[in-house]
């Protein structure tokens, strides 16, 4: 469970990063801030349930490989949230109608190659699939409050943080797997 949560949280900073830069730049009212957080909850737990499926596919025929697949892959959602791109676009514009469906499914791709490791997860998939979506949307309404108050300093850093436990999920689905824990 502490897995999923981890994972839900590394999700989820991206889109808090975008909601905080909104918040900061754009002001939305309670209204628009919902929005925000719904559509980026929405679209984080459907795009890890789309990867879940691939994955549990998928699993029979990569089953010897898969904690290398799912360090792989989250190494490198880790490496590319590290560096800070995720979301500069969306944060740069007000974020209503089309443009926030857009958002939503741009700040949610990541999790759809993340849901893809969820079969190594000892987790039940739903479960995490649920804590991503519920996660996402508390913490992007919270972004867009503290972005009102607090301003575009605090993204990068969340987004910085995301990427380090998705690494440290990465490593240790490795470890478990390899025997090394």
Do not use: N
């Amino acid at each position: 469970m502490i897995e999923a949560l981890l994972l839900a949280l590394a999700l989820a900073m991206d889109a808090f990063a975008v909601a905080l830069s909104q918040g900061a730049r754009f002001r939305p009212d309670l209204r628009g801030g919902l929005a925000i957080a719904v559509t980026f909850g929405a679209f984080q737990a459907l795009m890890p349930l789309a990867g879940w499926v691939i994955g549990a596919v998928a699993l029979i025929y990569v089953e010897a490989v898969d904690h290398w697949i799912a360090f792989g892959l989250l190494t490198f959602l880790g490496v590319r949230m590290l560096g800070g791109h995720v979301g500069e676009e969306e944060a740069a514009r007000a974020l209503t109608g089309r443009a926030l469906l857009l958002a939503g499914v741009a700040t949610s791709i990541d999790a759809l190659a993340a849901g893809i490791t969820l079969p190594t997860l000892d987790v039940a998939p739903l479960v995490a699939v649920a804590l991503i979506g519920i996660i996402t949307a508390g913490m992007s309404g919270a972004g867009v409050m503290l972005g009102r108050i607090a301003g575009d300093r605090l993204g990068a850093w969340a987004e910085r943080a995301g990427g380090i436990i998705l690494i440290g999920l990465g490593c240790k689905i490795l470890a478990e797997h390899s025997g090394w824990l």
